[in-house]
């Protein structure tokens, strides 16, 4: 697995590819410490995953990740920052990063990049706990548009809001049962593995 970092500290970057490069599956192939050059570097050496910080000068990490994943949708972007502001989460789902890991949780790094790399979406659990938070910040938009009915519409906003399905059965008046295969259509049809993932569409989407 080859791996770009971008922070702009640079002993943040270098004890970075000292802790990955620990793990013989992990190769660093490149290090930058501005948001132009994870561009520049991501188009050079197209890495299998650009691990990335939020906060840089001139060009923010977010912004490096909406310009590299609008010329190469594949690319697989994990955002590693201190920060976990509802405006930057948001937009890290948004643009269509990969995952959101917050550096005080340093033992997880290695575990989400590889997960990362086999096709998953990684989101620390304090980055999930956060997503009912952002309702008030957003307009709501449909989501009919993905061919969803109302009440699947319903259900996926309330599993986003944290509900648990008794608690989504009983503010709907209908049965567990029915609330689980209400989820499991909602799944397949949105090509989805879990709950997180829904609530990961929801928050893209909404």
Do not use: C
């Amino acid at each position: 697995m080859n791996v770009l970092i971008i922070d702009d500290d640079q002993l943040v970057s270098a004890s970075l590819k000292i802790i990955l490069e620990s793990d013989p599956m992990i190769q660093v192939t490149g290090v930058g410490n501005s948001g132009a050059a994870g561009v520049n570097l991501y188009m050079k050496l197209k890495p299998d995953i650009l691990l990335m910080d939020i906060r840089m000068d001139h060009m923010t990490g977010l912004d490096a990740a909406e310009l590299i994943l609008k010329d190469d949708p594949n690319a697989k972007v994990l955002f590693l920052t201190t920060f976990s502001d509802n405006e930057y989460i948001i937009k890290a789902f948004q643009i269509g990063a990969k995952g959101y890991i917050l550096k005080q949780n340093y033992e997880s790094i290695i575990p989400a990049l590889k997960a990362v790399f086999v096709g998953q979406r990684v989101f620390g659990d304090e980055i999930i706990s956060k997503m009912p938070s952002f309702k008030s910040s957003r307009q709501p938009q449909t989501l009919t548009r993905f061919d969803l009915s109302e009440k699947e519409v319903e259900i996926i906003t309330h599993v986003a809001g944290g509900l648990s399905n008794k608690e989504i059965s009983e503010t709907l008046f209908l049965s567990e049962g029915t609330i689980r295969n209400y989820i499991s259509v909602i799944l397949e049809k949105l090509n989805l593995r879990d709950r997180t993932q829904l609530a990961i569409f929801y928050y893209k989407n909404t």
